[in-house]
């Protein structure tokens, strides 16, 4: 009995090392992960370029990105408006493409009630640019907040050697940034949430 035991725990990991190995891996995505992982570390001062519908509080501030932490799965890009910390984007690897999501917290860590939406991936996108359509649970979140116009959200970025671009679109709506990649800035503290001791 005990030797059959071993034998099914020994297909098992063998099983489960071969779906490691050979997990989904779409080169356009993996060239896009890669080239915002080379900025790791760095920090980007942004401008809002285009939105239609003014009136988000992100007039008159200044806007910076920060690639803060990254792995092989995924990145953490802290994105401050002024002395708002709350929001950092999490661009994760999920084995069938990538996700985006939202993290939005409070000044005391503490999750935001809108918080963690966002989308996935539906395509290979190109190595310079990746869409992420709403996800369900996102769409759930949106009409549960009374907000059901963002059913709708599309979020995309834009990765060239001298421009980082994110991007909102849907029915009406749109809203980019633009952050030049150019000229580093000094990196902002850590966002809400998050500790500069874990690093």
Request: aromatic share 10%.
């Amino acid at each position: 009995m005990k030797s059959i035991v071993l034998a099914l725990l020994s297909n098992l990991l063998l099983v489960s090392g071969f779906a490691q190995e050979s997990a989904p891996s779409i080169p356009t995505q993996d060239a896009f992960f890669d080239a915002i992982s080379k900025l790791c570390g760095n920090a980007y001062s942004g401008t809002v370029t285009v939105d239609n519908d003014p009136g988000d509080g992100f007039s008159n501030k200044t806007l910076t990105m920060h690639v803060r932490r990254c792995d092989d799965t995924q990145l953490q890009v802290p994105f401050h408006v002024g002395e708002d910390a709350s929001r950092t984007w999490l661009i994760t690897k999920t084995g069938s493409g990538l996700s985006l999501k939202h993290d939005h917290r409070h000044s005391d860590g503490s999750e935001d009630s809108l918080t963690q939406y966002g989308g996935h991936t539906v395509d290979a996108g190109w190595a310079q640019v990746q869409s992420f359509p709403a996800d369900q649970y996102s769409k759930e979140l949106f009409v549960e907040r009374a907000i059901p116009q963002s059913v709708g959200n599309t979020w995309q970025m834009f990765i060239y050697p001298d421009r980082f671009t994110y991007r909102l679109i849907r029915q009406g709506r749109e809203f980019r940034v633009d952050f030049d990649l150019t000229n580093p800035v000094e990196a902002p503290p850590a966002p809400w949430g998050y500790d500069d001791a874990q690093d």
